[in-house]
């Protein structure tokens, strides 16, 4: 399963997928309902390949963790993000018997079942190797914006060319 351009988008519900990268951002498309929107750097966003679940051993990625759900359940749905927190647990527990349940709290078990129920509905499960640490060049180019340029630094060419003439 590759995961390498879902995106959850803070304050934002479903997923979206990484479109175009544009100067001040870029464009993602709705899982839910298929719209566009613009997001800026502003906004706090997750790359799904990214995300990992914390283990008593370490962290194991979202991909792999996806990749068994998709096994258990033959590429079939999932047990609903809105079942009981002891059930979700309980199912999370077959699934990675390992999570650090001090650490992996029960709303993080409901967004990973309902991102992988949301991505099962739109076709997105498949037998597609994992997605690994190499990123594309649009999520690189995200990643190092967001991290390594405070919000403050980031300037427009039309205000760089402005604050060299003064």
């Given at each position: 399963m590759n995961l390498e351009k879902i995106l959850a988008i803070s304050g934002k519900p479903g997923l979206y997928v990484l479109?175009?990268?544009?100067?001040?951002?870029?464009?993602?498309?709705?899982?839910?309902?298929?719209?566009?929107?613009?997001v800026n750097l502003k906004i706090n966003v997750s790359l799904l390949s990214e995300i990992s679940i914390y283990t008593y051993e370490g962290e194991k990625p979202l991909a792999e963790i996806m990749q068994k759900i998709a096994d258990?359940?033959?590429k079939d749905q999932a047990i609903s993000h809105k079942e009981e927190n002891a059930t979700l647990a309980a199912y999370f527990k077959e699934i990675l018997p390992d999570y650090d349940e001090e650490r992996v709290y029960p709303s993080d078990i409901k967004k990973v079942l309902n991102w992988y129920n949301m991505l099962q509905a739109k076709g997105l499960v498949t037998d597609e190797e994992l997605a690994t640490t190499e990123e594309t060049?649009?999520?690189?180019e995200l990643v190092a914006v967001a991290d390594e340029t405070p919000i403050a630094e980031v300037?427009?060419?039309?205000?760089?060319a402005k604050a060299k003439k003064e």
């Open positions: 479109r175009v990268q544009t100067r001040t951002g870029f464009i993602a498309e709705s899982l839910l309902d298929g719209k566009k929107i613009t258990k359940e033959n060049p649009v999520a690189e300037k427009t060419p039309a205000k760089n």
